[in-house]
């Protein structure tokens, strides 16, 4: 899954215009509820070749065409669509699926094992949806309705993935056709019209009569507007031209003047990743008192209300608020106390502070004056060295920290190896294995499974913050606007919930 | 007129080739590893290598450019690496959107400005006058992104009379097309509309006080005729504005799109700046040149009918 940084600016004048207006409003919904979904998501889809989107963003566009083996709950836990239930070796390197035979690709084809094992293979060479297959050696049918996935070593994070969006079945003839980037074939609710959708600007879809899931996809009509600007986006919403939209938190209060539903969850987190524990690069940063100092000197609650329009929960911790792992004692171990963050700077001789270099991209910018004020006050020297965005991921990682905006995931052993364990862009070197303490919780995670595995994960959790790991200033939210009789419910993971999350009522 | 016109298609061809190597090989310097911004967060380096391969990059920058530009002569760009879709395929889906939109605002443009321009440059100092510099002096202050906003407003939000975003193909309906382009294109057309307005009231006083102007009318020709003429010999300057407006619209189409949501090229160079997505930058480039090229040598035609001297240049 891409990690995107979610910054999101609204230009001043723009809310100032838009504050203005009073006008639109919602339709009310029909007798029975709204029956017609008319989505404003903020990116266009990538590809409809399951093997190349991306599962941030494209999960409505997807959801509507193709069925996935797996989904995700609330919790991001993996739940049962066309695989019915799902069995783990004891050795955890061979996974077994039972799967559904009542259901039809828009082609006429069956879905059954093969169709299942032809899919899974392509993920697995997909390039990007080989993520959630990199330890998948094979793929076999067993019988007509289950499959055996084989693995070179354990993965946590494989089943939590598909059901993320990597697990989107395909017709075996349009895989083979090589023609799915532009005309999906799944066994999805719904089927693209491509006579009355315009690529890049709106896309209308079709329900298809007898889905065996029809009950989860109540909307007879559905439509989705790939809308970049988060202005058009809201004006789009006024005009009632689109029913649910990913919003601006900017525009909280009209969307409650609208009567409009709001939800939101946090979806990524904001601070400082630290790359070098050990201080190989930068000296101070391997010293615990000096990455402590860096947590205590950033005033969380300020930040998130100056920048992020307070849509957001104030934390430390890298694991999403109220989701496994996540330890509310911890919330108050680095409060924002400046004096501190002096003494301990002090502490570990640096009173007069230290000099660095530090990456910087026009969508970082939003948080480069609290960092430069605060490295003011604590005597750092920082040089900003500036660079477009697409450099920024591949420069950032260079430095010995760098501003961020990472995205969560609500499943716990997949913030393990996101956020700790696994190479990532943002992580390409991961030093965990360096401080024992961390490495024999990580072994323990890596063995357990269950409520032991979760309490060493929350363990691991406590370490991390002990040990000043990142200096998180807060966890953002995404948030959706949805006219009435529309709910959404959002998804840590999902920077758009696949459509089984928004229901009528 | 022959050779005229060669030296200008031979010009175009020249800044066609420049442009188009500096974009390659700045865009290449630009963006280091743009596998890294492909494949996102989770990748191996085998992954990593193997989309290097397929997408060309383990290649010399040398042999990539070759290759690239001997596909690119025959009209073939090559594929997108963000949905490995062909560039020139989008191309073509994206780009009746754009021009759509500014040949609409041109032609306001043309129309409204024109009729202003003449009937200010007619009445010099008369309140119409008065009234369209004062106009002019407004809309040249007012951000075009604010005053697209106000039109959505307006419009789009409060009256409901044009979609606030979107675009409608004309091949489903001419009138939805109309109204999906309409706020768009007034949205760009107003800043140009004053501007070929101002210019060519001056341009109207200047040749209204020529001497051949006042022998037009001592022979006793009619109004209408004389206006003509002077229309005839003020238009060049504004034309050349009007020309010159064409490719800045095509840029400015940039933020008109992201404000109406419009999948045009201005939303394409967008995206595919974000994610380094050099193919496409590359064909945007191409046919963006390909288009100011055509714009300047349909207007020293233009020019050159209007006024012979301007041929033999």
């Known amino acids: 899954m891409k990690r995107t940084p979610l910054a999101v600016a609204l230009a001043a004048s723009a809310a100032l215009a838009l504050s203005a207006c009073t006008g639109g409003g919602t339709d009310a919904p029909a007798e029975g509820g709204v029956t017609d979904l008319n989505i404003g998501n903020f990116l266009d889809v990538t590809s409809w070749d399951p093997s190349l989107a991306d599962i ?94 084989d693995l070179s070593k354990r993965d946590d994070t494989m089943l939590y993935l598909m059901g993320l969006g990597r697990s989107y079945m395909m017709a075996p003839d349009a895989i083979a056709a090589g023609t799915l980037a532009t005309e999906p074939v ?320 | 007129m022959i050779w005229f016109t060669a030296k200008r298609l031979l010009s175009g061809v020249v800044l066609l080739v420049l442009v188009s190597v500096g974009t390659f090989f700045l865009a290449h310097l630009a963006i280091s590893d743009p596998t890294v911004n492909l494949l996102g967060g989770t990748y191996t380096p085998e992954q990593q290598a193997a989309l290097a391969h397929k997408i060309g990059t383990d290649r010399p920058l040398l042999v990539q450019f070759g290759d690239w530009a001997s596909h690119a002569v025959r009209g073939d760009f090559g594929t997108s690496w963000r949905n490995f879709q062909s560039v020139g395929d989008q191309l073509a889906l994206k780009l009746p959107v754009t021009l759509s939109v500014v040949t609409f605002a041109i032609l306001i443009t043309a129309i409204v400005g024109t009729a202003f321009g003449l009937i200010a440059g007619l009445r010099p100092g008369s309140i119409f006058d008065r009234v369209i510099k004062a106009v002019s002096v407004v809309l040249f202050a007012l951000p075009g992104f604010w005053v697209s906003l106000v039109l959505v407003i307006w419009f789009a939000v409060q009256l409901k009379w044009f979609p606030a975003v979107g675009y409608v193909q004309p091949t489903q309906s001419i009138d939805g097309w109309l109204r999906s382009i309409t706020l768009p294109a007034v949205s760009l057309a107003l800043g140009a509309i004053v501007a070929i307005a101002e210019q060519l009231r001056n341009a ?63 939303q394409l160079t967008n995206s595919s700046s974000q994610i380094g997505d050099i193919p496409m930058l590359l064909g945007i480039t191409v046919i963006s040149i390909v288009f100011v090229v055509i714009v300047n040598f349909l207007l020293d035609l233009a020019l050159g009918f209007l006024n012979p001297k301007a041929r033999v240049r």
């Open chain 1, 186 to 505: 799944g066994s999805g609710p719904y089927t693209l019209d491509a006579d009355t959708s315009v690529v890049g600007a709106e896309y209308h879809f079709d329900k298809v009569a007898d889905h065996w899931d029809a009950a989860t996809y109540p909307f007879t009509g559905l439509s989705i507007y790939p809308i970049l600007d988060a202005t058009a986006r809201h004006n789009a919403m006024l005009s009632g031209q689109v029913n649910v939209n990913y919003a601006d938190p900017l525009n909280q209060d009209q969307a409650k003047e609208q009567g409009w539903n709001i939800s939101s969850k946090v979806s990524g987190w904001v601070g400082l990743q630290f790359l070098d524990h050990t201080g190989k690069d930068l000296a101070p940063l391997g010293k615990l008192e000096v990455r402590q100092a860096l947590n205590y000197a950033f005033d969380g609650a300020a930040i998130l209300q100056s920048v992020g329009a307070g849509s957001g929960e104030v934390t430390n911790q890298v694991f999403p608020v109220g989701a496994g792992g996540y330890d509310a004692s911890l919330t108050d171990a680095y409060a924002f106390n400046l004096d501190k963050a002096k003494d301990l700077l002090a502490q570990a001789g640096y009173a007069d502070g230290f000099a660095l270099h530090m990456p910087m991209s026009p969508i970082f910018q939003q948080w480069q004056p609290v960092v430069e004020q605060t490295f003011g006050e604590l005597g750092i020297d920082v040089t900003w060295d500036d660079m477009q965005m697409p450099d920024y991921q591949i420069n950032a990682p260079t430095y010995p920290m760098f501003i961020s905006f990472l995205a969560m995931d609500a499943n716990p052993q997949a913030t393990v190896a996101r956020q700790v364990t696994n190479v990532q862009w943002y992580n390409p070197k991961p030093e965990y294995a360096q401080f024992p303490e961390l490495a024999s919780i990580v072994d323990d995670i890596q063995t357990q499974t269950g409520d032991e595995q979760l309490a060493s994960i929350t363990k691991l959790n406590q370490k991390l913050t002990e040990l000043a790991w990142y200096s998180v200033w807060y966890q953002a939210n995404n948030m959706y606007y949805s006219t009435e009789g529309i709910t959404v419910t959002p998804i840590t993971g999902m920077m758009f919930p696949t459509l089984r999350y928004i229901q009528q009522g």
């Open chain 1, 56 to 149: 941030g963003f494209d999960g409505p566009y997807l959801s509507a065409v193709y069925d996935p083996l797996l989904a995700l709950d609330e919790d991001g836990n993996p739940t049962p669509v066309l695989a019915t239930d799902w069995t783990v070796s004891d050795d955890f390197l061979t996974v077994t699926m039972n799967l559904r035979t009542d259901a039809v690709f828009s082609d006429g084809e069956k879905f059954d094992a093969d169709a299942a094992v032809a899919s899974l293979n392509y993920l697995k060479d997909g390039a990007r949806s080989s993520e959630a297959y990199l330890n998948v050696t094979s793929v076999t049918a067993v019988d007509e309705d289950t499959i055996e996935i």
């Open chain 2, 204 to 266: 109207v006083i200047a040749v209204d006080r020529q001497d051949y102007v006042r022998t037009l009318r001592s022979r006793g020709l009619s109004r209408a005729r004389v206006t003509v003429h002077i229309l005839r010999n003020a238009s060049p300057a504004a034309l050349t504005v009007l020309a010159l407006m064409f490719v800045g619209l095509l840029s400015g189409a940039i933020v008109v799109e992201a404000i109406f949501s419009l999948p045009g090229i201005g």
